[in-house]
Structure formats: C-alpha cells, structure tokens
C-alpha cells in the first residue's frame, strides 16, 4: 500500500494510533467505551466510529495488534 499512495498509508496508521490514543484517555478518564459512531468526538476524531471500524476488522489485525487492544482498550475486542 505504502508504494501506491505512501502519504496515504502514512496518515492512516498516525491516525488509527491517534484515535487508540483518544480512546486510551477516554477510558482513564473513567468513560465507558464508546461504541456507536457520533456519540463521543474528541479532537475531531469520532472515537465510536473507530472503535466499530476496529471491531469490524478484527480479523485483519496481527496477533500482536489484537492482543494490545483487547488488553489496553478494554471492551474493543470483538
């Protein structure tokens, strides 16, 4: 992906981690997961939305990428 349009591929993996970041300090903060898109927006980032994008790709993460999720972000395993 990164040869065909590298700013591209770039900016989605800054943003998936901002947006893992956004949910992170959600989560500390003592909210619950948000899990329906348009309920919580932090930073212009719609943290529902990623967390169902996630959820609906679950099956195209590594291992290592399912394990950090499912033991940081606690609830965004399928």
Same mark, same amino acid.
């Given at each position: 992906?990164?040869?065909?349009?590298?700013?591209?591929?770039?900016?989605?993996?800054?943003?998936?981690? +901002? @947006?893992?970041?956004?949910?992170?300090l /959600? =989560?500390? *903060?003592?909210?619950?997961?948000?899990?329906?898109?348009?309920?919580?927006?932090?930073q212009?980032?719609?943290?529902?939305?990623?967390? +169902? @994008?996630?959820?609906?790709?679950?099956? /195209? =993460?590594? *291992?290592?990428q399912q394990w950090?999720?499912a033991?940081?972000?606690?609830?965004?395993?399928p």
């Amino acid at each position: 992906m990164e040869d065909i349009a590298p700013s591209s591929a770039r900016h989605g993996r800054r943003s998936g981690q +901002r @947006a893992f970041d956004l949910v992170q300090l /959600h =989560l500390e *903060a003592g909210h619950p997961l948000p899990t329906e898109p348009g309920n919580v927006v932090h930073q212009g980032e719609d943290l529902g939305r990623w967390v +169902r @994008a996630l959820r609906h790709g679950w099956d /195209h =993460l590594t *291992a290592v990428q399912q394990w950090i999720c499912a033991s940081r972000s606690s609830g965004s395993s399928p």
